[in-house]
């Protein structure tokens, strides 16, 4: 579903803040795969999120969607094969819209053409159906600018909008990190529920190594611009906290920047 062949990324290259954030990544990810990827401040998690959803173009190597070779591919072109949600709950929506008017920015990406239903009854009550899924009451509100919403129903009216046009990959940057434990936890929760239920191919960067253990059936380690430890099934099932650090440090040899990751 997803390849990632010898992708090289390096910023500001031939100065002297030349900074090598990519360094030779090879990943390939099977229909339906949802992996969490883990690493300390810098690796190069988001830089890698940027180069799959088209932000950022690499420097060597290809980056395929479905058998389809995407590496030169803007991002809005590539925007109905990739559903994204970032850490900033102001980011995946527009503030000054209802909900429902950003629903039908969502759905006019969508690339089934018979999800393009203009305005009308019929594209209102598909949307309450899928506001329902959220339990979140927000199918009341559809006409409720999304700047009243608090963080925690924002991140999931993103989570459903990044998802509900069917994309063939879900890219989640920490998209738990800002909220209260809580609302992180209920955010957590429709995440585990959307991709069981639509078996979309996911890759989640959290900083939470719990959350990290306990979702997906692949869990992948950067560090330094490289794909440092890619764990699955019944190895990522049986995966500590403590079993994680001390491989990071058996690799690398020194002692992971353990706060940041192990709190989030
Ligand atoms: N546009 C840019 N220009 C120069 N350097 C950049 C740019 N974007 C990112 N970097 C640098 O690349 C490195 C990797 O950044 P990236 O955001 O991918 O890290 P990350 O693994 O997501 O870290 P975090 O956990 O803090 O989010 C960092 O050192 C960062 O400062
Ligand atoms: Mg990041």
Same mark, same amino acid.
């Given at each position: 579903?997803?390849?990632?062949?010898?992708?090289?990324?390096?910023?500001? #290259?031939?100065?002297?803040?030349?900074?090598?954030?990519?360094k030779?990544i090879?990943l390939?990810?099977?229909?339906?795969?949802f992996v969490t990827v883990i690493g300390s401040n810098g690796a190069g998690k988001?830089?890698? @999120?940027?180069?799959?959803?088209?932000?950022?173009?690499?420097?060597?190597?290809?980056?395929? +969607?479905?058998?389809?070779?995407?590496?030169?591919?803007?991002?809005?072109?590539?925007?109905?094969?990739?559903?994204?949600?970032?850490?900033?709950?102001?980011?995946?929506?527009?503030?000054? @819209?209802?909900? #429902?008017?950003?629903?039908? +920015?969502?759905?006019?990406?969508?690339?089934?053409?018979?999800?393009?239903?203009?305005?009308?009854?019929?594209?209102?009550?598909?949307?309450?159906?899928?506001? #329902?899924?959220?339990?979140?009451?927000? #199918?009341?509100?559809?006409?409720?600018?999304?700047?009243?919403?608090?963080?925690?129903?924002?991140?999931?009216?993103?989570?459903? @909008?990044?998802?509900?046009?069917?994309?063939?990959?879900?890219?989640?940057?920490e998209?738990?990190?800002?909220?209260?434990?809580?609302?992180?936890?209920? +955010?957590?929760?429709?995440?585990?529920?959307?991709?069981?239920?639509?078996?979309?191919?996911?890759?989640m960067v959290t900083h939470n190594m719990q959350q990290a253990l306990d979702l997906g059936n692949r869990l992948i380690m950067m560090d330094k611009g490289q794909i440092i430890l890619d764990i699955s099934g019944t190895e990522k099932k049986a995966l500590t906290i403590d079993k994680l650090l001390y491989e990071f440090q058996r690799i690398r040899g020194e002692k992971l920047d353990s706060d940041r990751a192990v709190l989030g």
């Amino acid at each position: 579903m997803l390849e990632l062949n010898h992708i090289s990324l390096t910023f500001n #290259e031939d100065t002297s803040d030349e900074k090598k954030v990519l360094k030779d990544i090879n990943l390939r990810l099977e229909k339906g795969d949802f992996v969490t990827v883990i690493g300390s401040n810098g690796a190069g998690k988001s830089t890698l @999120m940027n180069v799959i959803s088209g932000a950022l173009y690499p420097d060597l190597g290809q980056v395929k +969607i479905n058998h389809k070779q995407v590496t030169g591919l803007p991002e809005y072109k590539r925007s109905q094969y990739i559903g994204r949600v970032f850490q900033d709950p102001m980011a995946g929506t527009s503030p000054t @819209m209802t909900i #429902e008017e950003n629903l039908a +920015i969502a759905y006019s990406r969508a690339k089934k053409r018979s999800l393009k239903l203009g305005v009308n009854k019929k594209r209102r009550e598909l949307f309450e159906q899928a506001l #329902e899924t959220l339990n979140l009451g927000l #199918e009341k509100r559809l006409n409720v600018k999304v700047g009243l919403l608090s963080g925690g129903e924002r991140q999931a009216l993103s989570l459903l @909008m990044a998802t509900f046009t069917d994309p063939d990959i879900l890219l989640l940057d920490e998209h738990t990190a800002a909220l209260d434990p809580a609302r992180a936890e209920l +955010i957590t929760q429709l995440t585990r529920d959307v991709v069981q239920s639509t078996d979309l191919t996911t890759l989640m960067v959290t900083h939470n190594m719990q959350q990290a253990l306990d979702l997906g059936n692949r869990l992948i380690m950067m560090d330094k611009g490289q794909i440092i430890l890619d764990i699955s099934g019944t190895e990522k099932k049986a995966l500590t906290i403590d079993k994680l650090l001390y491989e990071f440090q058996r690799i690398r040899g020194e002692k992971l920047d353990s706060d940041r990751a192990v709190l989030g």
